[in-house]
């Protein structure tokens, strides 16, 4: 059976720590991995990760993909209180089908 | 920026009745997704479209769910006959063909 499984499952920290989020996965038919951040309604998108070991990064947030391994970490900087949210990794695998894991659920206090 | 549209925000249904549930996806994109989140819980796979038929389903979408692309620009996600279960936010997606960019949901409640 697929599965997704993310680790912490919730996390507080406060503003300008660091957080690292897991994301492993066991899925047939690997094609490529994707982080979202879900605040209050839509998932929105982050990174798509294709190929092991090299690192993706927007401003604060950076993420690395080892297939071997088969997981992926989120990796957030000094983080503020706009970062409060939860972050889903989703492998995109057969076709073209995205299985999401539950989420890690980030709450930055001030 | 292009973004993917969904209407109507929330729809409240009384159980055994039909509801569509609309979506327009991001104009030149080729796949199309249902996904559901019920309240607290994960965000699941319902289906995946492309070239006019559906390409992957889960056991979630079994017969009283329908998927149609009846004209160039609508989507749609069809429940024949509502179960309370069915009360959750479903969420439309598209994609060119690498990354998914969602809508902003439909709540759909079932009384």
């Known amino acids: 059976e697929d599965k997704v499984v993310q680790s912490p499952l919730s996390l507080v920290v406060h503003e300008g720590d660091t957080v690292t989020l897991n994301c492993s996965y066991e899925?047939?038919?690997?094609?490529?991995l994707l982080w979202y951040k879900q605040e209050k309604k839509a998932p929105t998108f982050l990174f798509m990760l294709?190929?092991?070991?090299i690192e993706k990064k927007s401003g604060r947030l950076s993420s690395i993909l080892d297939k071997k391994e088969l997981f992926s970490i989120l990796n957030i900087t000094a983080t503020q209180t706009g970062d409060s949210a939860v972050y889903l990794c989703?492998?995109?695998?057969?076709?073209?089908?995205?299985?999401f894991g539950s989420g890690t659920k980030l709450n930055v206090k001030p | 920026e292009p973004e993917v549209t969904q209407t109507p925000s929330h729809q409240v249904t009384q159980m055994g009745q039909e509801v569509i549930l609309r979506c327009v996806p991001i104009?030149?994109?080729?796949?199309f997704y249902w996904y559901r989140q019920i309240l607290g819980q994960k965000v699941e796979f319902l289906v995946s479209?492309?070239?006019?038929?559906?390409?992957?389903k889960s056991e979630i979408f079994d017969d009283q769910f329908s998927v149609e692309r009846p004209d160039g620009s609508n989507f749609t996600l069809k429940i024949r006959s509502t179960k309370l279960e069915d009360s959750a936010m479903y969420f439309c997606?598209?994609?060119?063909?690498?990354?998914?960019?969602f809508g902003q949901g439909t709540r759909l409640t079932v009384v």
């Open positions: 997606a598209s994609s060119e063909s690498t990354e998914a960019f």
């Open positions: 899925v047939t038919n690997f094609r490529s």
């Open positions: 294709t190929s092991s070991g």
């Open positions: 989703a492998p995109k695998y057969n076709f073209n089908k995205f299985y």
């Open positions: 104009s030149n994109h080729l796949y």
């Open positions: 479209f492309y070239n006019n038929e559906i390409s992957e």
